[in-house]
């Protein structure tokens, strides 16, 4: 038993047998029913018991799952920055973080298009407390990252995860994807946690932090959804935050967040890839001594990346005028566009409840707002 099998996807030679065990269980059927409507069960079930490796589950079911979800769910995917990475090469990409499942299966799906490496990608225990979904996990190339620890465990827990990201980019030539902060936005600010990036930095030992961040090859990567199928689902712990009180999550709330995510209705999707950072750690090095302050730096870097790259869409502008009652960005949207994200704003939530009307209205707003603190932030029609 290695020191990283409490935490690792399947090893191939674990594939088939992980796969044989799930082949009969509802949720197998229902997400292959969903890719496969037109096929009967005893084929696809037979490609299954023929499949012997992650890229191959990956490649034949997870990315045509993935397909019928844009094309059930969004008006479609783009994408923009796959062109300057390198093929048979391993980056650390760091996120921000909309979607339980769909942010890595998205850029996942891209890296494929892409003939790119794709991602090992950090899931958080709690998502996957039925086994059904752990073993999917693993199966499609998930670490597991555990969640309400004491804290002795909780940082041996963090190098533990800190020497795996570095074996998966350093040794096995393997992408990584890690979102930039615990858990995912639910009022739209994006910012990277320091946290998480001292976590990263655990295994470099007595290396430079930046020198040691260089090797890994960081790319900062920004999603946007036009609509966020959960964003009514994130309402009540927001409630909870503006009342000052102590938010608890229902029994199943990350199940049904994870469900409505994939199937709820998102519009336009867009994945941006920064560059690899690399001149910027330097600078940071140069300029910092103290590793708080390098790591304080390379988040505000990061932040940068995935602000200034954020695709925006007319819901964002929309919203930003209504909360703050203006026309300035009127030019940015049309009049039926506007009717129809208050019409999703009355359907989805308590619009005369003021706390969480502003709620709602922000979580749509904030990527106009942090945008807007760059002076190069292009506001294109």
Not at 155 to 162: A, C, R
Not at 252 to 278: A, T, W
Not at 355 to 381: D, I, Q
């Amino acid at each position: 038993m290695t020191k990283f099998d409490a935490i690792r996807p399947y090893y191939d030679s674990e594939v088939n047998e992980a796969l044989r065990s799930v082949i009969n269980h509802p949720m197998m059927k229902a997400m292959m029913n969903f890719t496969y409507p037109d096929v009967g069960d005893e084929i696809w079930q037979e490609q299954l018991k023929r499949t012997h490796s992650i890229r191959d589950f990956q490649v034949n079911f997870v990315y045509e799952s993935i397909q019928k979800v844009l094309q059930k769910s969004s008006d479609g995917l783009t994408t923009s920055g796959f062109e300057k990475l390198e093929p048979n090469t391993s980056y650390l990409f760091i996120s921000n973080h909309r979607d339980i499942i769909l942010d890595t299966s998205l850029l996942n799906v891209s890296l494929f298009d892409h003939g790119l490496v794709m991602t090992a990608s950090a899931i958080g225990d709690n998502l996957v407390q039925k086994d059904i979904l752990l073993k999917l996990s693993r199966l499609n190339r998930n670490f597991l990252v555990k969640r309400n620890l004491p804290p002795r465990e909780l940082l041996q827990s963090s190098k533990v995860i800190s020497e795996y990201i570095y074996q998966l980019l350093a040794k096995e030539n393997r992408s990584v994807w890690v979102a930039q902060k615990e858990g995912r936005t639910k009022d739209g600010n994006d910012a990277t946690h320091q946290g998480v990036l001292k976590m990263i930095a655990m295994a470099a030992g007595k290396e430079n932090c930046m020198d040691y961040f260089r090797k890994l090859r960081i790319v900062p990567v920004s999603i946007s959804y036009e609509y966020d199928p959960t964003d009514a689902l994130k309402m009540p712990q927001l409630l909870a935050q503006a009342k000052d009180e102590v938010y608890v999550k229902e029994k199943n709330e990350d199940f049904v967040n994870l469900i409505s995510g994939i199937i709820g209705q998102k519009k336009r999707i867009h994945i941006h890839v920064g560059d690899v950072l690399d001149r910027e750690l330097e600078n940071i090095k140069a300029e910092n001594e103290n590793v708080n302050k390098q790591i304080q730096a390379l988040a505000q870097v990061i932040d940068d990346s995935i602000l200034q790259s954020y695709k925006l869409w007319p819901t964002n502008f929309i919203a930003y005028d209504l909360l703050n009652e203006t026309q300035f960005f009127s030019d940015q949207y049309s009049e039926k566009e506007k009717q129809l994200f208050e019409r999703r704003l009355e359907m989805r939530i308590d619009a005369d409840n003021d706390t969480l009307r502003k709620g709602f209205l922000a979580m749509y707003a904030n990527p106009v707002v942090n945008k807007m603190r760059y002076e190069n932030a292009g506001f294109e029609s």
